[in-house]
């Protein structure tokens, strides 16, 4: 199977590349942001000084520093207005492009956090259909990642993705430490 499910701390989760939901300064913030650059140390906020930014539904790339990947990519997840503004393929296109990031970089293990999840708003059935039928569409079509997990930082969204992925096997059934 090429898609896993856990709940815990994304920041501990070996794997090649983690996705962080950033915001558009990708300067850290709150949540998954703030996890991320506070574990990756004080490079990786001198290297996203560089990059101009991120717009909605598109994504970067930089390096992990301190963090158990060689690689964070970052994307920007769209803030919930009530599904009119264009959310669903704004979130579409965060996994779309991360996918993208990681096949050029022949990344083969890849970390998802619930973008937009969290103080972004999105509701969190309506995020979780829209990441798996994209990561699955993805994986449907390219050879690399080999692996995606979906980290899930509480018992509500790994509930949500529960429901639409087959059981999960192997390493990544479960959690993590840090939950």
């Not at 704004?90 to 956090?113: G, V």
Request: proline share 6%; net charge neutral; aromatic share 8%.
């Amino acid at each position: 199977m090429r898609v896993s499910l856990l709940e815990g701390d994304i920041t501990k989760v070996q794997v090649d590349a983690m996705v962080n939901a950033a915001n558009t300064s990708l300067l850290g913030g709150g949540g998954v942001d703030g996890a991320i650059h506070r574990v990756a140390g004080p490079e990786l906020l001198v290297e996203c000084r560089t990059l101009g930014g991120c717009r909605t539904g598109e994504a970067k790339i930089t390096a992990g520093y301190r963090l158990p990947a060689k690689y964070v990519i970052h994307t920007v997840g769209p803030i919930w207005g009530g599904g009119n503004r264009g959310e669903p393929e704004f979130l579409a296109n965060c996994y779309r492009n991360s996918l993208a990031l990681a096949t050029s970089h022949q990344i083969r293990k890849i970390a998802f956090p619930a973008i937009s999840c969290g103080v972004y708003g999105y509701p969190i059935d309506e995020a979780c259909q829209i990441a798996v039928r994209e990561i699955q569409a993805y994986l449907d079509n390219n050879e690399l990642p080999e692996i995606v997990i979906f980290v899930c930082f509480g018992r509500e969204i790994y509930d949500a993705y529960r429901r639409l992925l087959p059981e999960p096997s192997g390493e990544t059934k479960g959690s993590v430490p840090g939950r």
